[in-house]
């Protein structure tokens, strides 16, 4: 079966970091770029960036780049997403998706919430 | 950065009719570059639409896309129970966005 299954619901700290992972199964894994997209309470959807998961390389939205880093394990099949200086307005869903490095999102995961909260 | 505003905000409508919703760019967003996703409450999005008017694996064909420039439009030819749920469009150039979303709701 064609999926993405994100790691669990975490709490933490202001100030803190968190790192999501993100499994892919059904599909070769080295063949897509992997996205990550967050949605804050009653906000729209916002693009972080994304990881080419064959090669390694990565591109960060502006605004995250300071703070976000992507990083895979092919052996593994996942990919991990890492937020550091954690403030309340992080506290969101974190979806990682698949697609290409300038394409569409064809598959999700189920999404992870992140509450930060001192 | 592209900015993306969708309207209108809720549509309120019954099982059957036609939905129609806009996305308009605040640049122009090349054809091949605009996506339409559909999400429920506590789901994922699902892609529905991609390049425009190109439907996703397995999305029926009463959902269409269409627009060129700064202005597209997702349409629902006639609603079913299940498509009721909130509709996001996306650019997904160099930077991608995402509009803000417009929910279709039960009238």
């Known amino acids: 079966q064609v999926q993405l299954v994100q790691s669990g619901a975490e709490v933490t700290k202001p100030g803190a970091s968190v790192k999501i992972s993100c499994k892919a199964s059904?599909?070769?894994?080295?063949?897509?770029?992997i996205h990550w997209v967050r949605q804050a309470p009653g906000q729209r959807l916002e693009w972080m960036g994304w990881?080419?998961?064959?090669?390694?390389?990565?591109k960060y939205s502006q605004k995250f780049q300071d703070r976000v880093t992507f990083t895979r394990d092919t052996s593994a099949n996942k990919a991990y997403m890492e937020l550091s200086g954690l403030r309340s307005e992080d506290t969101a869903v974190y979806h990682c998706a698949r697609g290409g490095t300038v394409t569409y999102l064809d598959l999700w995961g189920q999404g992870t919430l992140v509450t930060v909260s001192s | 950065e592209i900015v993306l505003t969708q309207s209108p905000g809720t549509l309120s409508l019954s099982p059957g009719e036609r939905a129609t919703l806009s996305c308009r760019a605040s640049q122009s967003v090349s054809s091949s570059c605009l996506a339409w996703y559909q999400q429920k409450l506590g789901q994922a999005p699902r892609l529905l639409i991609y390049?425009?008017?190109s439907r996703a694996t397995g999305i029926p064909d009463r959902f269409s896309g269409s627009g060129s420039g700064t202005d597209f439009t997702l349409t629902i030819s006639r609603l079913e129970p299940e498509d009721f749920a909130v509709y996001y469009c996306q650019q997904y150039g160099s930077s991608p966005t995402f509009g803000q979303g417009t929910k279709v709701e039960i009238k």
């Open positions: 390049g425009t008017s």
């Open positions: 059904g599909y070769t894994f080295t063949y897509y770029a």
């Open positions: 990881i080419n998961a064959g090669n390694g390389n990565t």
